[in-house]
């Protein structure tokens, strides 16, 4: 599988790309909507650019294609909504930071000197954490050697 093309997210005011689809769990419930891949870097037929604003999460823009490669927005799912609270979130949001340390060809499998940890229930963001991943990583190379 090709590495996926990633989505943005404006958090603390600076824009960072995440590792992580947020609307997968909203669509995971929606049959009547597929999307189809426009290349083989975005498998899931879709970008989507979010924001955190007073600790909530929000989808702010949507492209997404669907049958015929038809390009639609964030109306097609919700409409007459500009923003959209993500409510039907819970889980992990992954935004790698720093230099790639090892790049992986496959999905989100791409190790960072670091990860910044947003925790989520229902759309809140309830904690974040700061991964240091660079002593990790050099010592599972050092046991490859």
Sequence with gaps: MTAQARECIL???EENWMATEPLDQYLHNRNDIEFVSPCSACWRGY????EIRDNKLYLVELEAYIDGYKKV???YLFPKQEI????WYTGEIRIP???LLEYVHMSYD???DKDLILQFDQGILLDEKLIDNRE???KRKSIEL
Excluded at 47 to 50: A, D, E, L, S, V
Excluded at 84 to 87: H, P
């Design 97 to 99: 930071q720093g230099d």
């Design 11 to 13: 958090y603390k005011g």
């Design 73 to 75: 927005d964030l109306s």
């Design 110 to 112: 791409s190790t960072f």
């Design 47 to 50: 970008y989507g650019k979010w």
């Design 136 to 138: 990790e990583f050099h």
């Design 84 to 87: 959209v609270f993500a409510n």
